[in-house]
Protein backbone atom coordinates (compact mmCIF):
# COMPACT_ATOMS: atom_id res chain seq x y z
CA UNK A 1 0.00 0.00 0.00
CA UNK A 2 1.30 3.14 -1.18
CA UNK A 3 -0.82 5.13 1.45
CA UNK A 4 1.07 6.20 4.89
CA UNK A 5 -0.71 4.39 7.60
CA UNK A 6 -1.30 7.77 8.99
CA UNK A 7 -2.82 8.93 5.81
CA UNK A 8 -4.94 5.70 5.61
CA UNK A 9 -6.35 7.04 9.11
CA UNK A 10 -7.12 10.17 7.20
CA UNK A 11 -9.44 8.85 4.41
CA UNK A 12 -11.58 6.52 6.54
CA UNK A 13 -12.39 10.12 8.41
CA UNK A 14 -13.13 12.25 5.33
CA UNK A 15 -14.36 16.60 6.13
CA UNK A 16 -18.12 16.06 6.70
CA UNK A 17 -17.64 19.79 4.47
CA UNK A 18 -16.45 18.69 1.52
CA UNK A 19 -18.81 15.28 1.46
CA UNK A 20 -21.56 17.52 1.35
CA UNK A 21 -20.18 19.95 -1.12
CA UNK A 22 -19.14 17.33 -3.23
CA UNK A 23 -22.87 15.92 -2.58
CA UNK A 24 -24.33 18.91 -4.10
CA UNK A 25 -22.14 19.01 -6.71
CA UNK A 26 -22.85 15.84 -8.24
CA UNK A 27 -26.52 16.35 -7.40
CA UNK A 28 -26.33 19.55 -9.39
CA UNK A 29 -25.43 17.39 -12.40
CA UNK A 30 -28.62 15.43 -12.30
CA UNK A 31 -31.01 17.99 -11.29
CA UNK A 32 -29.95 21.03 -12.45
CA UNK A 33 -27.60 23.68 -10.79
CA UNK A 34 -30.48 25.85 -10.33
CA UNK A 35 -32.33 23.88 -8.32
CA UNK A 36 -29.85 22.48 -5.94
CA UNK A 37 -29.66 24.65 -2.57
CA UNK A 38 -25.85 24.36 -1.35
CA UNK A 39 -25.70 25.33 2.16
CA UNK A 40 -22.49 23.70 2.90
CA UNK A 41 -19.43 24.93 1.73
CA UNK A 42 -18.68 28.53 2.77
CA UNK A 43 -17.81 29.52 -1.17
CA UNK A 44 -18.31 33.33 -1.28
CA UNK A 45 -21.65 34.49 -4.14
CA UNK A 46 -21.23 38.22 -3.12
CA UNK A 47 -19.53 40.20 -6.03
CA UNK A 48 -15.94 40.82 -5.15
CA UNK A 49 -15.23 44.27 -4.17
CA UNK A 50 -13.30 46.73 -6.88
CA UNK A 51 -9.84 46.19 -5.77
CA UNK A 52 -9.93 42.77 -7.25
CA UNK A 53 -10.58 43.66 -10.61
CA UNK A 54 -8.38 46.57 -10.36
CA UNK A 55 -5.81 44.05 -9.36
CA UNK A 56 -6.00 41.94 -11.87
CA UNK A 57 -6.16 44.32 -15.01
CA UNK A 58 -2.90 45.81 -13.43
CA UNK A 59 -1.05 41.70 -13.44
CA UNK A 60 -2.63 41.97 -17.44
CA UNK A 61 -0.18 44.77 -18.00
CA UNK A 62 2.50 43.20 -15.81
CA UNK A 63 4.01 40.64 -18.37
CA UNK A 64 8.19 40.73 -17.05
CA UNK A 65 8.94 37.99 -15.61
CA UNK A 66 9.99 39.11 -12.86
CA UNK A 67 6.57 40.42 -12.17
CA UNK A 68 5.49 36.95 -11.58
CA UNK A 69 8.60 35.29 -10.21
CA UNK A 70 9.72 34.03 -6.61
CA UNK A 71 10.22 36.60 -4.24
CA UNK A 72 11.19 36.52 -0.74
CA UNK A 73 8.89 34.03 1.25
CA UNK A 74 7.23 36.81 3.47
CA UNK A 75 5.81 38.09 0.36
CA UNK A 76 6.11 41.61 -1.63
CA UNK A 77 7.30 44.62 0.95
CA UNK A 78 4.80 47.13 -0.66
CA UNK A 79 1.97 44.51 -0.85
CA UNK A 80 2.73 43.94 2.91
CA UNK A 81 3.45 47.78 3.64
CA UNK A 82 0.15 48.37 2.25
CA UNK A 83 -1.60 45.89 5.14
CA UNK A 84 0.52 46.95 7.41
CA UNK A 85 -0.68 50.33 7.34
CA UNK A 86 -4.43 49.15 7.27
CA UNK A 87 -3.72 47.54 9.85
CA UNK A 88 -2.16 50.14 11.85
CA UNK A 89 -4.94 52.67 11.25
CA UNK A 90 -7.98 50.55 11.96
CA UNK A 91 -6.94 48.90 14.73
CA UNK A 92 -4.46 51.09 16.60
CA UNK A 93 -1.94 48.84 16.30
CA UNK A 94 1.65 49.58 15.43
CA UNK A 95 1.97 46.95 12.53
CA UNK A 96 4.75 47.40 10.47
CA UNK A 97 5.83 45.51 7.28
CA UNK A 98 7.94 43.50 8.63
CA UNK A 99 5.19 41.93 10.86
CA UNK A 100 3.34 40.78 8.07
CA UNK A 101 3.67 37.48 6.25
CA UNK A 102 1.79 36.91 3.55
CA UNK A 103 0.36 33.10 2.66
CA UNK A 104 -1.78 31.29 0.78
CA UNK A 105 -5.16 31.69 2.57
CA UNK A 106 -5.51 31.21 5.85
CA UNK A 107 -4.88 27.58 6.21
CA UNK A 108 -1.20 27.73 5.52
CA UNK A 109 -0.70 30.58 7.76
CA UNK A 110 -2.08 28.09 10.65
CA UNK A 111 -0.35 25.65 9.65
CA UNK A 112 3.00 27.33 9.01
CA UNK A 113 2.34 28.91 12.98
CA UNK A 114 2.07 25.51 14.23
CA UNK A 115 4.97 23.67 12.37
CA UNK A 116 7.04 26.85 13.88
CA UNK A 117 5.41 26.33 17.75
CA UNK A 118 4.63 22.25 18.14
CA UNK A 119 6.54 19.89 19.77
CA UNK A 120 4.73 16.61 19.62
CA UNK A 121 3.52 16.77 23.16
CA UNK A 122 2.27 20.03 23.07
CA UNK A 123 -1.69 20.42 23.71
CA UNK A 124 -3.50 22.96 21.56
CA UNK A 125 -6.69 24.53 23.08
CA UNK A 126 -9.28 25.34 20.63
CA UNK A 127 -13.10 26.57 21.55
CA UNK A 128 -16.07 24.32 20.50
CA UNK A 129 -17.96 24.58 18.37
CA UNK A 130 -14.99 24.89 15.64
CA UNK A 131 -13.71 24.50 12.22
CA UNK A 132 -13.29 20.85 12.22
CA UNK A 133 -9.65 21.46 10.04
CA UNK A 134 -7.76 22.91 13.26
CA UNK A 135 -7.84 19.25 14.68
CA UNK A 136 -5.98 17.63 11.32
CA UNK A 137 -3.69 20.80 11.29
CA UNK A 138 -2.96 20.23 14.87
CA UNK A 139 -2.18 16.29 14.18
CA UNK A 140 -0.35 17.58 11.27
CA UNK A 141 2.14 18.61 13.31
CA UNK A 142 1.69 15.67 16.28
CA UNK A 143 0.57 17.50 18.84
CA UNK A 144 -2.97 17.09 20.82
CA UNK A 145 -5.84 19.20 20.23
CA UNK A 146 -8.16 19.81 23.34
CA UNK A 147 -11.38 20.88 23.28
CA UNK A 148 -13.18 23.86 25.31
CA UNK A 149 -17.42 23.32 25.24
CA UNK A 150 -19.70 25.71 24.89
CA UNK A 151 -22.89 27.03 26.53
CA UNK A 152 -25.73 26.12 24.46
CA UNK A 153 -27.90 29.21 25.09
CA UNK A 154 -25.24 31.96 23.83
CA UNK A 155 -23.21 29.77 21.67
CA UNK A 156 -20.11 31.23 23.91
CA UNK A 157 -17.08 29.06 25.69
CA UNK A 158 -17.36 27.83 29.09
CA UNK A 159 -14.54 30.23 30.09
CA UNK A 160 -13.87 27.62 34.11
CA UNK A 161 -13.59 24.97 31.19
CA UNK A 162 -11.00 27.22 29.29
CA UNK A 163 -9.41 27.89 32.72
CA UNK A 164 -9.06 23.95 33.22
CA UNK A 165 -7.99 23.09 29.76
CA UNK A 166 -4.34 25.45 30.38
CA UNK A 167 -1.82 23.00 31.09
CA UNK A 168 1.53 23.06 31.49
CA UNK A 169 1.98 21.72 27.97
CA UNK A 170 -0.54 24.31 26.32
CA UNK A 171 1.78 26.13 23.89
CA UNK A 172 -1.44 27.65 21.36
CA UNK A 173 -4.82 28.16 22.05
CA UNK A 174 -6.99 29.39 19.04
CA UNK A 175 -9.65 31.60 18.97
CA UNK A 176 -12.33 32.31 15.76
CA UNK A 177 -14.60 35.29 16.39
CA UNK A 178 -16.82 35.48 14.09
CA UNK A 179 -17.23 32.18 14.49
CA UNK A 180 -17.44 29.05 12.12
CA UNK A 181 -19.72 27.87 12.49
CA UNK A 182 -22.13 29.27 14.85
CA UNK A 183 -22.04 32.84 13.38
CA UNK A 184 -21.42 34.71 16.96
CA UNK A 185 -19.17 37.14 17.27
CA UNK A 186 -17.38 36.95 20.90
CA UNK A 187 -18.61 40.00 23.48
CA UNK A 188 -15.76 41.82 25.19
CA UNK A 189 -16.66 40.22 28.54
CA UNK A 190 -15.42 36.92 26.61
CA UNK A 191 -12.85 37.71 25.08
CA UNK A 192 -11.93 39.86 28.99
CA UNK A 193 -11.75 36.09 30.16
CA UNK A 194 -10.16 34.14 27.48
CA UNK A 195 -7.45 36.88 27.57
CA UNK A 196 -7.64 37.33 31.82
CA UNK A 197 -7.29 32.99 31.62
CA UNK A 198 -3.98 33.35 29.25
CA UNK A 199 -2.60 35.69 31.54
CA UNK A 200 -2.74 34.03 34.62
CA UNK A 201 -1.75 30.49 33.16
CA UNK A 202 1.55 32.05 31.32
CA UNK A 203 2.46 32.80 35.07
CA UNK A 204 1.86 29.89 36.61
CA UNK A 205 3.43 27.76 34.03
CA UNK A 206 6.21 30.43 33.52
CA UNK A 207 5.84 30.51 29.33
CA UNK A 208 4.24 32.46 26.65
CA UNK A 209 0.95 30.66 25.17
CA UNK A 210 0.46 31.75 21.98
CA UNK A 211 -2.73 32.64 20.93
CA UNK A 212 -3.90 32.32 17.34
CA UNK A 213 -6.68 34.13 16.08
CA UNK A 214 -8.28 32.84 13.03
CA UNK A 215 -10.03 35.70 11.55
CA UNK A 216 -11.46 35.39 7.91
CA UNK A 217 -14.78 36.35 9.06
CA UNK A 218 -13.39 39.50 10.86
CA UNK A 219 -15.08 41.86 8.57
CA UNK A 220 -18.26 39.93 7.79
CA UNK A 221 -20.10 41.37 10.85
CA UNK A 222 -23.87 43.00 11.31
CA UNK A 223 -26.41 44.43 13.87
CA UNK A 224 -23.30 47.19 14.42
CA UNK A 225 -21.26 43.91 16.35
CA UNK A 226 -17.73 45.00 16.38
CA UNK A 227 -15.19 41.66 17.08
CA UNK A 228 -12.72 41.68 19.34
CA UNK A 229 -9.08 42.99 18.32
CA UNK A 230 -7.21 41.02 20.41
CA UNK A 231 -3.58 42.11 20.23
CA UNK A 232 -4.93 44.88 22.38
CA UNK A 233 -5.63 42.63 25.03
CA UNK A 234 -3.55 40.08 24.57
CA UNK A 235 -0.02 40.43 23.31
CA UNK A 236 1.09 37.44 22.50
CA UNK A 237 -1.20 37.75 19.91
CA UNK A 238 -0.52 36.42 16.15
CA UNK A 239 -3.91 37.09 13.64
CA UNK A 240 -4.31 35.28 10.64
CA UNK A 241 -6.20 36.62 8.72
CA UNK A 242 -7.50 35.33 4.62
CA UNK A 243 -9.00 37.33 1.81
CA UNK A 244 -11.41 34.62 0.90
CA UNK A 245 -14.22 35.33 2.45
CA UNK A 246 -14.23 39.11 2.51
CA UNK A 247 -12.77 39.49 -0.49
CA UNK A 248 -15.11 36.94 -2.02
CA UNK A 249 -11.45 35.30 -3.68
CA UNK A 250 -11.33 32.23 -1.58
CA UNK A 251 -10.04 30.35 -5.16
CA UNK A 252 -6.84 32.33 -5.13
CA UNK A 253 -5.51 31.30 -1.69
CA UNK A 254 -4.46 34.47 -0.34
CA UNK A 255 -4.04 35.80 3.72
CA UNK A 256 -1.56 36.80 5.77
CA UNK A 257 0.19 36.03 9.90
CA UNK A 258 0.39 39.40 11.54
CA UNK A 259 2.47 39.18 14.75
CA UNK A 260 1.50 42.04 17.54
CA UNK A 261 4.46 44.30 17.92
CA UNK A 262 6.54 43.68 21.14
CA UNK A 263 5.20 39.86 21.56
CA UNK A 264 7.12 37.21 22.84
CA UNK A 265 9.17 35.62 20.53
CA UNK A 266 8.53 37.54 17.84
CA UNK A 267 11.47 37.24 15.65
CA UNK A 268 12.27 33.96 15.84
CA UNK A 269 8.32 33.06 15.45
CA UNK A 270 8.81 35.28 12.10
CA UNK A 271 12.04 33.35 11.12
CA UNK A 272 9.75 29.92 11.55
CA UNK A 273 6.58 30.79 9.74
CA UNK A 274 8.44 31.98 6.88
CA UNK A 275 11.01 28.90 6.89
CA UNK A 276 7.47 26.62 7.26
CA UNK A 277 5.86 28.05 4.35
CA UNK A 278 9.27 26.76 2.10
CA UNK A 279 9.19 23.25 4.10
CA UNK A 280 5.59 23.06 3.50
CA UNK A 281 6.16 23.68 -0.22
CA UNK A 282 4.32 27.06 -0.20
CA UNK A 283 7.02 29.09 -0.67
CA UNK A 284 5.73 32.18 -1.37
CA UNK A 285 1.84 33.47 -1.38
CA UNK A 286 0.38 33.75 -5.29
CA UNK A 287 1.82 36.85 -6.61
CA UNK A 288 -1.33 38.23 -8.27
CA UNK A 289 -3.33 37.50 -5.63
CA UNK A 290 -0.99 39.32 -3.47
CA UNK A 291 -1.85 42.27 -5.51
CA UNK A 292 -5.59 41.32 -5.32
CA UNK A 293 -5.28 41.67 -1.76
CA UNK A 294 -3.42 44.70 -1.57
CA UNK A 295 -6.11 46.42 -3.36
CA UNK A 296 -8.66 45.04 -0.89
CA UNK A 297 -6.84 45.96 2.75
CA UNK A 298 -9.27 48.29 3.17
CA UNK A 299 -12.23 47.23 1.11
CA UNK A 300 -14.46 44.23 1.53
CA UNK A 301 -17.47 42.63 -0.29
CA UNK A 302 -20.99 44.32 0.14
CA UNK A 303 -21.82 43.31 3.70
CA UNK A 304 -25.65 44.15 3.21
CA UNK A 305 -25.52 41.22 0.92
CA UNK A 306 -25.26 38.69 3.47
CA UNK A 307 -27.13 40.19 6.10
CA UNK A 308 -29.75 40.45 3.85
CA UNK A 309 -29.57 36.14 3.23
CA UNK A 310 -28.92 36.11 7.30
CA UNK A 311 -31.99 38.27 8.07
CA UNK A 312 -34.06 36.40 5.62
CA UNK A 313 -33.11 32.78 5.96
CA UNK A 314 -33.05 33.00 9.80
CA UNK A 315 -36.51 35.09 10.32
CA UNK A 316 -38.20 32.06 7.80
CA UNK A 317 -36.82 29.24 9.93
CA UNK A 318 -38.28 30.37 13.14
CA UNK A 319 -41.48 31.47 11.40
CA UNK A 320 -41.03 27.49 10.34
CA UNK A 321 -40.70 26.49 14.01
CA UNK A 322 -36.86 25.56 13.57
CA UNK A 323 -34.73 26.74 16.64
CA UNK A 324 -31.84 28.67 15.10
CA UNK A 325 -28.40 30.92 16.53
CA UNK A 326 -28.74 33.63 14.06
CA UNK A 327 -25.22 34.99 14.90
CA UNK A 328 -24.00 38.17 14.35
CA UNK A 329 -20.99 37.61 12.26
CA UNK A 330 -19.54 35.61 9.03
CA UNK A 331 -21.81 33.91 7.20
CA UNK A 332 -23.02 31.05 9.07
CA UNK A 333 -25.58 29.62 11.48
CA UNK A 334 -26.48 26.84 13.52
CA UNK A 335 -30.36 25.01 13.67
CA UNK A 336 -30.82 22.72 16.17
CA UNK A 337 -32.02 19.40 14.64
CA UNK A 338 -36.15 19.56 16.47
CA UNK A 339 -35.25 15.69 17.96
CA UNK A 340 -32.12 16.24 18.18
CA UNK A 341 -30.89 13.42 15.47
CA UNK A 342 -29.19 15.46 12.82
CA UNK A 343 -28.86 13.11 10.74
CA UNK A 344 -32.18 12.37 10.12
CA UNK A 345 -32.81 16.64 9.38
CA UNK A 346 -29.52 16.37 7.00
CA UNK A 347 -31.75 13.76 4.73
CA UNK A 348 -35.04 15.79 5.00
CA UNK A 349 -33.75 18.39 3.92
CA UNK A 350 -31.74 16.44 1.38
CA UNK A 351 -35.21 15.40 0.15
CA UNK A 352 -35.95 18.72 -0.42
CA UNK A 353 -32.67 19.07 -2.40
CA UNK A 354 -31.04 21.45 0.67
CA UNK A 355 -27.41 20.11 0.83
CA UNK A 356 -26.16 21.24 4.65
CA UNK A 357 -23.71 19.78 6.79
CA UNK A 358 -23.77 18.28 10.40
CA UNK A 359 -23.25 19.86 13.58
CA UNK A 360 -20.90 16.90 14.93
CA UNK A 361 -17.50 17.80 12.96
CA UNK A 362 -17.83 21.19 14.58
CA UNK A 363 -18.03 19.78 18.10
CA UNK A 364 -21.78 20.61 18.06
CA UNK A 365 -24.26 17.28 17.13
CA UNK A 366 -27.42 18.02 17.31
CA UNK A 367 -27.42 21.10 15.10
CA UNK A 368 -27.25 21.25 11.40
CA UNK A 369 -24.87 23.92 9.98
CA UNK A 370 -26.36 26.54 7.03
CA UNK A 371 -23.57 28.57 5.00
CA UNK A 372 -25.87 31.05 3.95
CA UNK A 373 -23.20 32.73 1.44
CA UNK A 374 -25.43 31.73 -1.59
CA UNK A 375 -26.89 34.11 -3.91
CA UNK A 376 -29.96 35.57 -2.06
CA UNK A 377 -32.48 34.47 -4.96
CA UNK A 378 -31.19 30.71 -4.03
CA UNK A 379 -32.12 31.53 -0.38
CA UNK A 380 -35.29 32.70 -1.40
CA UNK A 381 -36.53 30.21 -3.17
CA UNK A 382 -35.62 27.44 -0.69
CA UNK A 383 -37.25 28.87 2.22
CA UNK A 384 -40.10 27.14 1.07
CA UNK A 385 -38.93 23.87 0.95
CA UNK A 386 -37.46 24.91 5.07
CA UNK A 387 -41.05 25.47 5.57
CA UNK A 388 -41.69 21.87 4.53
CA UNK A 389 -39.37 20.16 6.51
CA UNK A 390 -40.77 21.73 9.57
CA UNK A 391 -44.08 20.85 8.31
CA UNK A 392 -42.82 17.06 8.55
CA UNK A 393 -41.80 17.62 11.90
CA UNK A 394 -44.33 19.13 13.19
CA UNK A 395 -43.28 22.39 14.39
CA UNK A 396 -45.17 25.47 15.08
CA UNK A 397 -43.75 28.91 14.72
CA UNK A 398 -41.41 30.79 17.56
CA UNK A 399 -41.54 33.72 19.12
CA UNK A 400 -40.20 36.79 17.15
CA UNK A 401 -36.18 36.78 17.28
CA UNK A 402 -34.84 39.23 19.16
CA UNK A 403 -31.45 39.06 18.26
CA UNK A 404 -32.35 40.73 14.34
CA UNK A 405 -33.54 43.58 16.29
CA UNK A 406 -31.53 46.77 15.76
CA UNK A 407 -28.30 46.46 17.71
CA UNK A 408 -27.37 48.52 20.55
CA UNK A 409 -24.24 51.09 19.90
CA UNK A 410 -20.97 48.94 18.59
CA UNK A 411 -18.46 48.17 21.39
CA UNK A 412 -15.11 50.68 21.70
CA UNK A 413 -11.72 48.80 22.35
CA UNK A 414 -9.16 50.97 23.98
CA UNK A 415 -6.35 51.63 21.88
CA UNK A 416 -3.35 49.13 21.50
CA UNK A 417 -1.38 51.27 24.11
CA UNK A 418 -3.50 51.40 26.48
CA UNK A 419 -4.88 47.62 27.20
CA UNK A 420 -1.18 46.54 26.18
CA UNK A 421 -0.25 43.91 28.66
CA UNK A 422 0.79 40.36 28.36
N1 LIG B 1 -10.48 29.24 9.36
C1 LIG B 1 -11.81 29.19 9.33
C2 LIG B 1 -12.56 29.38 10.60
C3 LIG B 1 -12.49 28.93 8.15
O1 LIG B 1 -13.83 28.87 8.15
C4 LIG B 1 -11.75 28.73 6.96
C5 LIG B 1 -12.41 28.43 5.69
O2 LIG B 1 -13.58 28.22 5.59
C6 LIG B 1 -10.36 28.81 7.03
C7 LIG B 1 -9.75 29.07 8.25
C8 LIG B 1 -9.50 28.61 5.82
O3 LIG B 1 -9.51 29.78 5.05
P1 LIG B 1 -8.68 29.92 3.71
O4 LIG B 1 -9.57 29.60 2.59
O5 LIG B 1 -8.29 31.34 3.66
O6 LIG B 1 -7.49 29.07 3.80
Not at 15 to 31: D, G, M, T, Y
Not at 106 to 122: F, G, H, K, R
Not at 392 to 415: D, F, G, I, N
Amino acid sequence: MLVSRFMQQRLGTSSAIRQAFEKAEQLKKVHGADNIFDFSIGNPSAPCPAGVRAALEETARKTAPELHGYMDSSGYADVRSTIAASLARRFDTPYKASDIVMTTGAASAINALMQTVLDPEDEVVAFLPCYPAYRVFVENWGARLVEVPFDEETMLPDLAAFERALTPRTKLVIVNTPNNPSGVVYPTAAADGIAGALFRAQREFGHPILLLSDEPYRDLVYDGAQNPWWPTIYRNTAVVYSFSKSASIAGERIGYAALTPGMADRDALLAGIRRSLGDIGFVNAPATAQRMAAACADDTVDIAYYDRNRRMLASALVNAGFDVVPGNGAFYLLMAAPDGDERLLLERLAAKRIVAVGGSDFGAPGYVRLSYCLPPEAVSRALPLFAQVAKEYRLSAQPALATLEPAAAPVQHAPFTVLFAS
